[in-house]
T-cell receptor, first 110, second 115 residues
């Protein structure tokens, strides 16, 4: 069974600081997805990473993928309060099923 | 604008009852999915569909069924509700024909409480 692990599970950071969320997965996958979920809300797609070395940036968020290390990172630059949310990574297997990490709950403190 | 809707948004039911959760999308997407979200487990795939008349079991399909009679709808049925099925249920859809690998668009969720 494909396993997806995120760390940290909880992250409290001050505004203006930088931090990285890590997503490790257990078997080969060439696509990785990042989603954001606000409290009590649905999931919103942030990034789709399609190949080894892929890097995508949107505002203060940057995601990268290293398929050889089975690792994706979501880097937060100069955090602001609006980034407070839970972030999920997900991968797919050859059976085309999506497997989600348990999420990283981010709180940005003024 | 295209969207995914779920109904009901909240449901309370009793153990043993049959419950159906509706999912309707206007994206004209071929692929549709049902997940449940529980604390400590992230999202887990229940069932998915590539298109009309196609359904497949996901990671946690026991006690659930789906049917796909048209492109827009994928209702999820709990045959005999159990307390372990108390959860938040999300429906999602994606565009690519024949694969689930494109990004997914999620509905607003249904909170189900089984007493």
């Amino acid at each position: 069974e494909l396993k997806v692990e995120q760390n940290p599970l909880f992250l409290s950071m001050q505004e203006g600081k930088n931090y990285t969320i890590y997503c490790n997965y257990s078997t080969t996958s060439d696509r990785l997805y990042w989603y954001r979920q606000d409290p009590g809300k649905s999931l919103e797609s942030l990034f789709v990473l399609l190949s080894n070395g892929a890097v995508k940036q949107e505002g203060r968020l940057m995601a990268s993928l290293d398929t050889k290390a089975r690792l994706s990172t979501l880097h937060i630059t100069a955090a602001v309060h609006d980034l407070s949310a839970t972030y999920f990574c997900a991968v797919t297997n050859t059976g085309n099923q999506f497997y989600f990490g348990t999420g990283t709950s981010l709180t940005v403190i003024p | 604008d295209a969207e995914i809707t779920q109904s009901p948004r909240h449901k309370i039911t009793e153990t043993g009852r049959q419950v159906t959760l509706a999912c309707h999308q206007t994206w004209n997407h071929n692929n549709m999915f049902w997940y449940r979200q529980d604390l400590g487990h992230g999202l887990r795939l229940i069932h998915y569909s590539y298109g009309v008349q196609d359904t497949n079991k996901g990671e946690v399909s026991d006690g659930y069924s789906v049917s796909r009679s048209n492109t827009e709808d994928l209702p999820l049925t709990l045959e005999s509700a159990a307390s372990s099925q108390t959860s938040v249920y999300f429906c999602a859809s994606s565009a690519r024909q024949g694969t689930l690998r494109e990004t997914q668009y999620f509905g607003p969720g249904t909170r189900l409480l089984v007493l």
